[in-house]
């Protein structure tokens, strides 16, 4: 049963905008925070943005200011809208879902997720 779908990954020159969808199971969009990590090839994956029940949002520093997280709750689904594209910003994009952590910085421990997506390829170029 696939519980995190996400959508919106694509090709885009620098300066750019993309809109990432995450669509979730009722149960998993249920648990604590949601939350946006991506991974780059050769590289670890790292935090881009999270959002918990409150709807409090937290982000990485190489993404605050240019990337949103937000949420509907009637339809279960996440969102990362990424503005002002840079090349280092290519990567694969996942969502994932906790239950362990309800902060604002939840994106830092990335441990603490458990359920995730597939993921969608995100390619900046210059």
């Known amino acids: 049963q696939v519980q995190l779908l996400e959508s919106g990954g694509g090709s885009v020159q620098a300066g750019g905008s993309l809109r990432l969808s995450c669509a979730a199971s009722?149960?998993?969009?249920?648990?604590?925070?949601m939350g946006w990590f991506r991974q780059a090839p050769g590289k670890e994956r790292e935090g881009v943005a999270s959002?918990?029940?409150?709807?409090?949002?937290g982000y990485a520093d190489s993404v605050k200011g240019r990337f949103t997280i937000s949420q509907d709750n009637a339809k279960n689904t996440l969102y990362l809208q990424m503005n002002s594209l840079k090349p280092e910003d290519t990567a694969m994009y996942y969502c994932?879902?906790?239950?362990?952590?309800?902060?604002?910085?939840?994106?830092?421990?990335?441990?603490?997720?458990?359920?995730w997506g597939q993921g969608t390829q995100v390619t900046v170029s210059s």
């Open positions: 994932a879902s906790s239950a362990a952590c309800s902060g604002d910085g939840c994106h830092r421990h990335i441990s603490l997720f458990d359920l």
């Open positions: 009722k149960y998993t969009y249920s648990r604590y925070t």
């Open positions: 959002i918990n029940k409150l709807g409090t949002p």
